[in-house]
């Protein structure tokens, strides 16, 4: 009796455990998730069903930031997500919050969201529908990166800023709407302003058609807006633009064809970094300096043509452009950097090389020359488009009046004179020096000069000048600058030697005719020893009259940092 109590209670026990069976499976595989996921003192939650696929958040104010690690709380179950609930009264979505929502595809944000952190929806790669709010201001960084399935987006009105890399990836996104109304963005990656900075459009990784003509009036082409547009094979640029940002068009290596308008333009790093497809640039007049690395890897380039005026050649501006076996390098430019042409990288070894048989086209003396020489390229000198019957080859300013007229420092006294021999006024060496340096503009003064109005001609230079503590009045009272009075080898180099800040030296004063009672004493040792001036016979002769010629030849030898033969 007491053995079948036993099997009895046993079976009850069985029978028992086997009911329960189910409910101890539901348990271990709950159907709904949740927690809190609010930023520091607002009240947000989530909750995520795994068997509807819908995350539902709830509550108002900011969502917390999350990093690649730690994840948000909801990340191991992203692949089931299908759908987000957003309530009325969130403001911010955080970063990283919904990284590699794969399975999302449809987004409708509440009225109240005014900002979307960064990397928010990167690789959500089903994502195809995305519905902003009016009261949307800001689109963080890399906030839809990779969603490949995204196919249009309409950007409101408020929005003030789109973040760099905000829609790069998105290899299906044929369209971008703009309300017309918008106000200023930032200017970021993939924005083009027009003048006005009224509206936005960009070119995304996925447009199938090969020419783009960039939008009359639009002054700014954003950090990487173009890149990795391979099937894209020409471009026309509007007149007006004035800056193509960083990396804007790298690795477009259909590209065969750029077309610019001539105006004042700055180009930054890697603008055209690996554009294989192109074979001839030419940069147009108003470009002043090429950025470092700006058509590296451009492998197809043959030909290149530099504007006059261009002044700085950036770091391996040229690198691994195999093709390109020679260059003319305008007598403007006065910087050159390393490995900016006549360099590669071999893609086995890694180790670097010269382009054989590689070759400089420049002015004698000029930093083309210099840089020709430095790295034992070939360098064939060039009298250039010289117009001055005044002005010849073997003259010692040749190079000097070369760059300073190419370069928009000087012109000369008529269209076939330069007039070398002439000596310069006191106003005449202010507007030289300000135009080297790019005629800049000076902020307002309370120092003025009875005999230099607003209405001189070099009221500008001298005012610049007096600003940046370069020159000032020649009575003691400070209230006469002398325009007309013969400017002195001593004033010129002084000028120069205040223009730098008046640094230190480290020679021996080497003039005779020099001691320390002349005002002049440190400019014409510093000139002497960094080869603006070197004296005649150990003598300074500081009355000597400044010549337009020994004036052009200070200020190459100024800003190209060349120095004279010893």
Known sequence: MKKLNRLAVLALCLALICSLLPQVSLIAHAATYSGTCGA????????LDTETGLLTIEGSGEMADYGRLPFAPWYDEGAIITAISFPEGLTYIGEFAFHECSALTELTFPE????????????CTGLHTVVFPEALKKIGDYAFFECAALTAVTIPAGVKSIGR?????????????????????????????????????????GRTDTAYAVPEGVKSIGEEAFECCSSLSSVSFPEGLRWIGMAAFCDCTGLTELSFREG???????????????????????????GDWTFEHCTALTEVTLPDGLRRIGLGAFKNCDALRSVTIPASVNTIFNEAFGYYADEETGEFGKVENFTIYGVKGSVAQNYAEENDFTFVPQTGNNPFEDVHEDDLFFTPVMWA?????SRGVDDTHFAPERTVMRSDAMVFLWAANGRPEFTATDKTFKDVKETHWAYKAVMWAVENGITGGTNTAGTEFSPSRTCSRSEILQFLYA?????????????????????YKDGAIWAFENGLEKGESGEF??????????VVTYLYRYFTGLKLAE
Not at 499 to 519: C, F, L, Q, T
């Open 40 to 47: 520091e003192g607002d009240n947000l939650t989530w909750t």
């Open 264 to 290: 004042p333009l700055n180009i930054g790093w890697f603008a055209f970094y690996g554009c294989s497809g192109l074979t001839s640039v030419t940069l147009p007049n108003g470009v002043s300096e090429i």
């Open 165 to 205: 890399g905000a829609f790069v990836g998105c290899t299906s996104l044929t369209q971008i709407n703009v309300a017309p109304e918008n106000a200023k963005y930032s200017s970021r990656d993939g924005v083009l302003f027009n003048a006005a900075e009224t509206y936005l459009i960009q070119y995304p990784v």
């Open 499 to 519: 223009a730098m800040g008046k640094p230190g030296y480290s020679i021996e004063n080497p003039y005779s005719d020099v001691n320390d009672r002349h005002w």
């Open 541 to 550: 002769h500081a009355k000597t009259p400044c010549t337009r010629g020994y």
């Open 112 to 123: 109240s969201l005014t900002e979307i952190g960064y990397g928010a929806f990167d690789y």
């Open 405 to 409: 007229v190419s370069g928009s420092v």
